[in-house]
């Protein structure tokens, strides 16, 4: 059986899988959760040297320390980058790609070419101030809106280390992974990932849909825990 290893969004740490994990250890997986530099727990190493590479390392990194080489690689949102250079450079650790609401990343690509307007500003504001950290969003734009979640999720949210998002992305084969699956979050879903959407629907990707927002991770665990069990 592979283990799942589940990558955060931006803003976001390994917290925010914690309704998610018991789920699929219930269920019998064996699973992993790394936060990455700079945030969640690990915000106090937020630096301008902070960016995509140093988050690819930590997973690279953790897959070693964990001797992990039967993996099912589960990325929600940005960490869809994050993925994709992983498998650039440990394909032979990863047996299935598992994008929950992620962003599909070509060669060259940054995040920032993803997100519209808002990538001309963060890198005027980097321009600016090389240490400017991405300030979180309103975690309605997530989708999280009961007032316990909101009240669990807001505190948590961390600033972005800025060149995570500026830094393009090197060489990309996500078909290097032959078994890929795609999580949509449909109720709202976000604009922004619309070419990242086309993409798998011009691949190999089985796609499956939960009726909730961009955070249903945190909202709907047990529908996400359901649909990353059922892609195994």
């Not at 250890?25 to 915000?43: D, Q, W």
């Not at 090389?130 to 961390?158: C, H, K, N, Q, Y």
Request: aromatic share 8%; proline share 7%.
């Amino acid at each position: 059986m592979p283990t799942f290893v589940l990558l955060h969004g931006a803003w976001h740490g390994a917290w925010c899988w914690g309704r998610v994990m018991p789920l699929l250890a219930a269920a019998g997986h064996h699973v992993t959760a790394p936060t990455f530099t700079g945030l969640g727990e690990r915000r106090h190493l937020a630096s301008r040297a902070v960016d995509l590479d140093t988050h690819v390392d930590d997973v690279i990194n953790h897959l070693l320390y964990e001797d992990l080489t039967d993996v099912a690689l589960v990325a929600h949102s940005y960490a869809g980058f994050v993925a994709a250079g992983v498998i650039a450079r440990a394909a032979d650790r990863i047996g299935r790609l598992v994008l929950v609401d992620g962003f599909v990343p070509r060669t060259g690509d940054a995040m920032a070419d993803h997100i519209g307007e808002r990538g001309p500003a963060y890198r005027a504001e980097a321009d600016r101030d090389p240490d400017w950290m991405i300030p979180p969003p309103s975690v309605s734009v997530f989708g999280v809106t009961d007032p316990a979640d909101v009240a669990w999720t807001e505190p948590r949210l961390t600033p972005q280390p800025v060149y995570s998002y500026l830094q393009p992305i090197g060489s990309v084969d996500l078909d290097a992974v032959a078994d890929r699956a795609y999580v949509a979050c449909t109720t709202p879903a976000l604009s922004v990932l619309e070419e990242s959407k086309r993409r798998v629907r011009e691949g190999a990707w089985r796609v499956a849909e939960v009726a909730a927002g961009h955070d249903a991770l945190i909202t709907r665990p047990r529908e996400i825990a359901d649909a990353i069990s059922a892609s195994a």
